[in-house]
């Protein structure tokens, strides 16, 4: 597939953009203890939007990878999860806040260090929901991608490094949508160093759905999300 826009997120970097359905958007790491934490809307009506406790109990699973699907709190399929390098995407451990950021890694102000300065995914994610209409109200539970967290049966989270170094992840969007993106620290990742990996973001064309796609018969209930969006769509298509 070409890409049809690319564009790299330095450490500490946001950015958000409405990506139509039918995309393909691949997230790229270029070193070691990458995290990029996502929040995913539907384009047109964001109050439906991904909804991690649907997703994560219709697939029977703590964790993301590929054949996964993003479901909306509508019972739709958002997006889809096509290839994966990196085999475990953490949904539960939210993102950093200014707080704990500066006990982390010191007290830095943009007034100090200019562009320099030490972000975190709080208030990232809330800039670039301010720039889409939106709030702080709207932020949910993000997906951390290239950070594992194991949740052990006495409901232990613990977080697990692993290499993330020129592996990547590709996204395919079933529906129309607002994606706002954090390259952020991971709030349980216990270095004391704030991650210097940047992540290349790739846009391109995917290839159509079919019945036999992984995703599709991942489990019964991704199909039924899937046929609820096909169903949506279908509503909207005019006579020609």
Same mark, same amino acid.
């Given at each position: 597939?070409?890409?049809?826009?690319?564009?790299?997120?330095?450490?500490?970097?946001?950015?958000?953009?409405?990506?139509?359905?039918?995309?393909?958007?691949?997230?790229?790491?270029?070193?070691?203890?990458?995290?990029?934490?996502?929040?995913?809307?539907?384009?047109?009506?964001?109050?439906?939007?991904?909804?991690?406790?649907?997703?994560?109990?219709?697939?029977?699973?703590?964790?993301?990878?590929?054949?996964?699907?993003?479901?909306?709190?509508?019972?739709?399929?958002?997006?889809?999860?096509?290839?994966?390098?990196?085999?475990?995407?953490?949904?539960?451990?939210?993102?950093?806040?200014?707080?704990?950021?500066?006990?982390?890694?010191?007290?830095?102000?943009?007034?100090?260090?200019?562009?320099?300065?030490?972000?975190?995914?709080?208030?990232?994610?809330?800039?670039?929901?301010?720039? *889409?209409?939106?709030? %702080?109200? !709207?932020?949910?539970?993000?997906?951390?991608?290239? =950070?594992? $967290? +194991?949740?052990?049966? &006495?409901?232990?989270?613990?977080?697990?490094?692993?290499?993330?170094?020129?592996?990547?992840?590709?996204?395919?969007?079933?529906?129309?949508?607002?994606?706002?993106?954090? *390259?952020?620290?991971? %709030?349980? !990742?216990?270095?004391?160093?704030?991650?210097?990996? =940047?992540? $290349? +973001?790739?846009?391109? &064309?995917?290839?159509?759905?079919?019945?036999?796609?992984?995703?599709?018969?991942?489990?019964?209930?991704?199909?039924?999300?899937?046929?609820?969006?096909?169903?949506?769509?279908?509503?909207?298509?005019?006579?020609?």
């Amino acid at each position: 597939m070409t890409a049809l826009f690319t564009m790299t997120m330095q450490p500490g970097s946001k950015w958000s953009a409405h990506v139509g359905r039918g995309k393909s958007i691949t997230l790229k790491a270029t070193g070691d203890g990458a995290n990029v934490s996502a929040l995913f809307f539907h384009a047109h009506d964001p109050a439906e939007r991904y909804n991690m406790p649907d997703t994560l109990k219709a697939q029977h699973t703590a964790f993301l990878t590929r054949g996964n699907i993003l479901m909306t709190d509508q019972g739709q399929a958002l997006a889809s999860i096509t290839e994966d390098s990196v085999g475990w995407h953490d949904p539960l451990s939210g993102y950093t806040t200014r707080e704990g950021t500066d006990e982390k890694y010191g007290k830095t102000t943009y007034q100090d260090q200019r562009n320099d300065w030490l972000r975190s995914g709080e208030e990232n994610l809330k800039v670039e929901l301010f720039r *889409n209409n939106l709030s %702080p109200r !709207d932020i949910g539970v993000p997906v951390n991608f290239f =950070s594992k $967290v +194991v949740c052990e049966l &006495d409901g232990t989270m613990n977080y697990s490094l692993q290499e993330t170094a020129e592996r990547s992840v590709t996204i395919r969007t079933e529906m129309d949508m607002l994606l706002v993106l954090s *390259n952020t620290p991971h %709030p349980l !990742d216990p270095s004391a160093q704030y991650p210097d990996a =940047s992540i $290349v +973001v790739s846009v391109a &064309d995917a290839e159509p759905v079919s019945d036999i796609d992984p995703c599709v018969l991942h489990c019964a209930e991704n199909r039924r999300a899937f046929e609820n969006t096909w169903n949506a769509y279908a509503l909207l298509k005019g006579a020609n």
